[in-house]
């Protein structure tokens, strides 16, 4: 007897083979990364379809991002064919929009809410912190937003928090009064943050049983990726949707704040709970700055007696090289279980190490490497470029776009981040949701129709006062002794949004055009007088904000071809919900550049892990975090994961970053590789030489202790007064200073030397040249120089390999 799903099976190992089988309610599948956890997930959902065990529309699987949602929908399509549709496959903050849409009227709002993003919510907080004057207790807005999200997070609201808080303290009183003044004003907007997508789901669930067992009856297969980051108002999320059908009572609080649910006493079949299976790596988890807790995994087997595990350790992704080096350097964190991945496809390339005198040196060196393996077949979407911070991309970019190399920033380009961006959809939600008051405040003066604070405070406070919204309070502007010209302006603007809400929500309650959103769009940028302003500007700016404003379009469009039947809150949902790792456009004939946290899940052939220095990562601000460094590591094993045959790991001697210029040292997770798997093009000590051996006159000018890169060092406890840099800090359980004797006796430091315009000078790798200017001051001065062959050049004048001649 062949079973259905053979074919589906064909090529897995045992323990693979075992996870796509297994028929149990619960199943964890842990293993490192590369095994196979994403594709047995992907096989699981195919092999139960193809079984016929479950229908498309009784799956459930969450995945990270919502690029991981498209490939695994796409992956599963090609296993069993057009019958997956009606799977839901998305991230938790999607599947929790779409239950919301359905039932928010249950709780006092309307489907048309508009989801904040963290700038829109920070605009409130911002708002509220100046009514409340909270900034005298120390509540910042940014303060007062991160923790509101972390309480957020564990599922408490204001009242919750209240009765656990001193209360006798002002400043947790000022905090209490904000976070419940924050939650009134989403209401009032009808709007939820980010936060309260998943946390209000809950709440919704706990609130209404019969609701929450509609989505049980509904889903009898819930999968979840990348388990390890999941956050605990995820978790319970989770749990609702897997108790069994019909139970209303209130999960126990157990330890750590975790749920521990009863078995269904009744034990009626009909009933049960749906099936979960999570997948996750303990060594990835890297969110926990946004609260997830690894403790989700280890404490699976005592959520669910009975769970089935299964473990997954052979590799299927990387060379043997780049899998020992992982693995030596996650062994380095306590407190994990030792796993030790391994591969068939033998030891590969060692990996290469470069130090760049500089950032834009490193860059260099990466963008020729690029080249180097383009023209041995590497296609450029097969290598991606990986840093710690955004900051960092800057370099790359700028050497890869002299150097021709193409390229992708995946999640940095903040497309919708843009103020042009932003005003054309606040338009769409100032049609969509009339409720939400910060939409409206943000487009009644752009452009500008001479609509001031003061007429925008009394529009406000009569909505207040009459208990409408801020757009009915327009509308009645007449009776707010505004003047005739504003009261023109305003029922101008008023006119135009009502023109763009009759085309995009017919009222007869028939579906709008498929094209509405776009047309929509481009009437109100029209009438609103937004292109006529910009086009007006002699601003060059202005017009590329026009080509991203009709680049919008295009997306509105390309939307309608993908949503025939999409509105303009299907839209805006998607445009909100677009996270980092997720990318309109397609990274295909281009090098992906990205952070290593946006790197998760995904494999290249070639990997570039850049800024492999103190400070970047490990990061500064992990060094005073509980488990930062631990974090860090983690973090550093991710990226090295994703490369399949060649791994590069760079750094840079000195970097300008945190507005100065800092010596960098090399991290110490670089020690932690053993020596024979890594090759140093060149070493950190290499460089260093270069910049040491020359011009002692120079050097023995320094000046000591001038502070010089110690200041931007801050928690690495990294020194540079003495004539020895010191080595990077032994990591726990380090072994050999592997750098002793690589590292620089002295760093290059020119002290205050005297240079300015017509000065010659003398630079180790450009030769000579003439000083054009000079700008800035102290560590920061700039020689702006003329070389006579390498052309011109900016140099830092403290730290450059020159001498004045
Ligand atoms: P990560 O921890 O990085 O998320 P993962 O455990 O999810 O990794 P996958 O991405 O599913 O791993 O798989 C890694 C690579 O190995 C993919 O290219 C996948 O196609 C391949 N692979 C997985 N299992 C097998 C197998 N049995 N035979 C051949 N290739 C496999
Ligand atoms: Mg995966």
């Known amino acids: 007897d062949v079973r259905p799903d053979e074919d589906l099976l064909a090529g897995l190992n045992p323990q693979q083979r075992e996870a796509v089988t297994y028929r149990g309610q619960a199943l964890l599948i842990v293993a490192g990364a590369g095994s196979g956890k994403t594709s047995v997930l992907t096989r699981r959902i195919a092999s139960l379809l193809r079984n016929r065990e479950a229908w498309p529309s009784q799956i459930l699987a969450i995945t990270f991002t919502n690029k991981a949602a498209g490939e695994m929908r796409e992956r599963v399509e090609q296993l069993v064919g057009d019958t997956a549709r009606g799977m839901w496959i998305s991230t938790f903050h999607s599947a929790c929009v779409r239950i919301l849409r359905r039932e928010a009227e249950q709780f006092g709002f309307t489907k048309a809410f508009t989801i904040y993003d963290s700038g829109d919510s920070r605009a409130l907080i911002k708002r509220l912190v100046k009514e409340h004057e909270a900034d005298a207790y120390g509540l910042t807005p940014a303060a007062t937003q991160g923790k509101i999200s972390k309480l957020k997070n564990e599922l408490a609201d204001a009242e919750s928090y209240a009765r656990s808080a001193n209360m006798s303290d002002p400043a947790e009183r000022v905090f209490v009064e904000l976070f419940a003044a924050y939650q009134r004003e989403l209401q009032r907007a009808n709007a939820f943050d980010f936060d309260d997508l998943i946390a209000q789901t809950v709440f919704l669930f706990r609130a209404f049983p019969q609701v929450a067992d509609v989505y049980r009856r509904r889903f009898r297969h819930v999968l979840v990726d990348e388990y390890q980051d999941t956050n605990h108002a995820q978790y319970s999320l989770i749990h609702e949707l897997t108790r069994p059908i019909g139970s209303d009572a209130a999960p126990l609080a157990g330890a750590g704040g975790m749920m521990i649910f009863e078995p269904d006493p009744a034990d009626d079949p009909d009933k049960a709970g749906a099936s979960l299976t999570v997948v996750g790596d303990s060594d990835q988890s890297i969110y926990a700055f946004r609260g997830a807790d690894i403790r989700n995994i280890s404490e699976f087997e005592r959520d669910f007696p ?350 300008a970053q945190f507005g100065e210029v800092t010596v960098a040292m090399p991290s110490r997770f670089l020690q932690e590789i053993p020596n024979e798997l890594l090759h140093w093009r060149q070493s950190p000590g290499d460089v260093n030489s270069r910049g040491g051996t020359q011009s002692r006159a120079l050097n023995a000018r320094r000046q000591s202790g001038s502070g010089f890169g110690g200041s931007g060092s801050g928690g690495s406890g990294s020194r540079y007064g003495d004539d020895l840099v010191p080595l990077p800090r032994r990591a726990p359980g380090g072994s050999i200073d592997r750098f002793a004797n690589k590292i620089p006796a002295k760093v290059r430091d020119n002290g205050d030397l005297e240079l300015g315009p017509g000065d010659r000078i003398r630079h180790d790798d450009f030769g000579e040249g003439k000083v054009d200017a000079v700008t800035g001051e102290g560590a920061k001065r700039v020689a702006h120089v003329r070389f006579d062959t390498a052309g011109p050049k900016k140099l830092l004048i403290k730290i450059a390999p020159i001498e004045k001649l």
């Not at 473990?311 to 060379?319: A, D, F, K, P, V």
């Not at 380009?413 to 943000?442: G, H, Q, S, W």
Request: no cysteine; charged share 25%; aromatic share 8%.
């Open 306 to 655: 009975g769970a089935k595990v299964v473990l997954l350790e052979q590799n299927y992704r990387s060379t043997q090289n780049i899998l020992s080096a992982a693995n030596a350097v996650i062994s380095h964190n306590f407190d994990r279980k030792d796993k030790r991945l391994w591969t068939d496809v033998g030891e590969g390339e060692r990996i290469i190490g470069f130090t760049g005198y500089s950032q834009h040196d490193e860059a260099q060196f990466v963008a020729d490497e690029i080249e180097v393996l383009r023209k041995a077949g590497v296609d450029y979407s097969q290598m991606a470029v990986f840093y710690r911070t955004n900051s960092q991309s800057r370099a790359l970019e700028e050497i890869f776009i002299r150097s021709a190399v193409p390229y992708k920033i995946m999640g940095g380009t903040k497309f919708y981040e843009r103020a042009e961006i932003k005003d054309a959809l606040a338009y769409l939600v100032a049609v969509a949701n009339p409720a939400d008051e910060m939409a409206m405040r943000r487009i009644i003066n752009r452009p500008r129709r001479g609509i001031g604070d003061v007429t925008i405070e009394t529009i406000a406070r009569y909505a207040v006062d009459q208990q409408i919204t801020f757009r009915d309070a327009l509308a009645n502007s007449s009776a707010l002794g505004v003047g005739p010209k504003i009261q023109a302006a305003i029922a101008h603007l008023d006119a135009v949004l009502a023109e763009a809400s009759a085309l995009m929500l017919p009222p007869s309650g028939e579906l709008a055009p498929p094209t509405a959103v776009a047309e929509g769009l481009q009437l109100l940028l029209s009438k609103s007088g937004y292109y006529d302003a910009l086009r007006a500007s002699k601003d060059a700016q202005d017009e590329a904000r026009i080509e991203n404003l009709d680049e919008l379009v295009a997306v509105a469009r390309e939307f309608a071809r993908n949503n025939p039947e999409g509105t303009i809150l299907d839209f805006l949902t998607e445009v909100a919900l677009v996270s980092d790792a997720d990318d309109l456009e397609d990274a295909s004939g281009s090098v992906s550049l990205m952070t290593l946290h946006t790197a998760k899940g995904l494999e290249y052939d070639a990997v570039f892990v850049t800024g492999v220095e103190e400070d970047l990562i490990p990061h500064r601000i992990s060094a005073n975090e509980p488990g930062g460094p631990q974090e860090e590591r983690r973090l550093f094993y991710v990226g090295i994961t994703r490369a399949r045959k060649r791994l590069y790991l760079s750094l840079a001697m000195t970097r």
